[in-house]
Nanobody, 125 residues
């Protein structure tokens, strides 16, 4: 069983930065991808960013391209989402996720097998 725990959310002013972390409890495997998604009340969970476990390939939603960066500490398991130039519309609960036995970098919610509990990010104007 893989357990994911997010941290680093909080309240920030527009234009500011936050770094989210996702601690992964177990080793992952060769064909594994990591992703970040977000969700606002009454709406579906949507893709934000994803990368292969080794970090060689990454995908970003158009809305965050150039502002957010997904990465992983090669020496440890945490997965990070560095968020810069934050906007009020980035306000959401952010979830990290792991997809196993995948090819490429999936962007669909249903491709991911394991999820964290979420961390709230609030951007005020």
């Amino acid at each position: 069983q893989v357990r994911l725990v997010e941290s680093g959310g909080g309240l920030v002013q527009a234009g500011g930065s936050l770094r989210l972390s996702c601690a992964v409890s177990a080793r992952t495997f060769k064909d594994t991808a990591m992703g970040w998604f977000r969700q606002t009340p009454g709406k579906e969970r949507v893709f934000v960013a994803a990368a292969s476990w080794g970090g060689s390939n990454a995908e970003y939603a158009d809305s965050v391209q150039g502002r957010f960066t997904i990465s992983r500490d090669n020496a440890k398991n945490p997965v990070y989402l560095q968020m810069s130039s934050l906007k009020p519309e980035d306000t959401a609960v952010y979830y990290c996720a792991v997809a196993t036995s995948v090819i490429g970098v999936p962007t669909l919610v249903r491709a991911y097998d394991y999820w964290g509990q979420g961390t709230q990010v609030t951007v005020c104007s």
